[in-house]
């Protein structure tokens, strides 16, 4: 079935160091890649999406390529700032009896010093 | 302001008592869902609803009930709760379907004695 998997935490990073967190999935078919983001206490918020292969998605500094070859959606940014420090989650829409559903990672924690 | 509202934000109770998280979105989606969120296991679908009386099962639906007869509401029912069920629940909605952006709510937790 379809899934997906992300790499485990936490990353500790220091203020403008280079972000990676490496997602890939399983899945029949194109599916829609996204990533979504958890500051502490809150609830998810979308950061990023990708529709087709090829595409990238931005915000924030943030970005990632769908990549059908590899089934890989990473995450990256530049320059990390403490305020990145978040859960994120790499996820997929799968279809359900004929609805879609999303399916998410496990999540990755990043942690990012001062 | 458009959001997601859950209650209660905290919750301790005993097994076997039933309980009512509820949840409502002021956005007009037709697509709702319940998650819930374990250390290790990251988030899981409970349930998820396309319009009003429409649901169906997600990945872990084990003792857990929704109804949906109004738009905007998509209450979670745990008729018997037993321990497992401790956890962080987040509903989450959004305009047609999973893959438009979900708006998630500020999150339930449960604790199950």
């Known amino acids: 079935g379809n899934s997906v998997t992300q790499m485990e935490g936490p990353v500790t990073l220091s203020e403008e160091a280079f972000l990676t967190i490496n997602c890939t999935y399983t899945?029949?078919?194109?599916?829609?890649l996204f990533w979504y983001v958890q500051y502490p206490g809150e609830g998810l918020q979308l950061l990023l999406k990708?529709?087709?292969?090829?595409d990238k998605g931005s915000n924030k500094g943030f970005e990632a390529t769908y990549r059908k070859e590899t089934t890989s959606f990473h995450l990256e940014k530049g320059s990390v700032q403490v305020s990145d420090s978040a859960v994120y989650f790499c996820?997929?829409?799968?279809?359900?009896?004929?609805?879609?559903?999303?399916?998410f990672g496990k999540g990755t924690m990043l942690l990012v010093s001062p | 302001e458009a959001q997601v509202t859950q209650n209660p934000r905290y919750l301790i109770t005993v097994t076997g008592k039933k309980l009512t998280v509820t949840c409502s979105q002021n956005?007009?989606?037709?697509?709702m869902s319940w998650y819930r969120q374990d250390p290790g296991l990251g988030l899981r679908q409970i349930y998820y609803?396309?319009?009003?009386?429409?649901?169906d099962k997600g990945d872990v639906p084990e003792g857990y009930k929704v109804s949906r007869k109004e738009k905007r509401n998509f209450p979670l029912i745990l008729e018997s709760p037993s321990p497992n069920q401790t956890s962080l629940y987040f509903c989450?909605?959004?305009?047609?379907?999973?893959?438009?952006?979900?708006?998630f709510g500020p999150g339930t937790r449960l604790t199950v004695l």
């Open positions: 990708a529709t087709k292969a090829d």
């Open positions: 956005m007009n989606h037709e697509y």
């Open positions: 989450a909605s959004s305009y047609t379907e999973a893959g438009d952006e979900q708006f």
């Open positions: 899945a029949t078919g194109y599916p829609s």
């Open positions: 609803s396309m319009n009003v009386e429409v649901t």
């Open positions: 996820a997929l829409v799968r279809m359900n009896s004929g609805y879609s559903t999303l399916t």
